[in-house]
């Protein structure tokens, strides 16, 4: 089992809130990341036609299979300066929690809602 952890950062104001975009996608494409350190797969998200489609490296494979991920709504921060991880440049982070075995479990939205829909 894995401890939670439960440290509190120093608060926020609002505005600082509102500029992280945490937007809707849809995973359009996910393979397993072969040079990964650690198991991983590459994903191709769709944000909408005015956000685009956009990659990102999730290391789920615990709970998920490449075919299990198609068509899923998940949330991603859109606007970290982009990563290079191994070969590939991650343009998203594709959020999520640890769940008790240290697995991690996808935040989703639990209605189908628009892509590019941001988190308010």
């Known amino acids: 089992m894995t401890a939670i952890d439960t440290t509190l950062h120093a608060p926020i104001g609002f505005d600082d809130f ?6 809707v996608g849809r995973i359009v494409a996910a ?3 072969k040079e990964a350190r650690r198991p991983a797969y590459i994903l191709q998200v769709d944000f909408g ?4 489609l956009r990659k990102s490296s999730a290391q789920i494979t615990q709970l998920y299979t490449p075919e299990s991920l198609i068509g899923r709504q998940v949330v991603a921060v859109l606007n970290f ?15 999520g929690f640890h769940n008790t075995d240290g697995h991690v479990a996808l935040c989703v939205p639990d209605q189908e809602v628009p892509l590019g ?3 308010l």
Do not use: H, N, Y
């Open 31 to 33: 393979e397993v990341f």
């Open 49 to 52: 036609p005015e956000l685009g």
């Open 81 to 95: 300066p982009k990563k290079q991880i191994g070969p590939i440049q991650s343009e998203c982070l594709v959020t």
């Open 117 to 119: 829909t941001k988190l």
């Open 18 to 23: 509102l500029q992280v975009e945490l937007r």
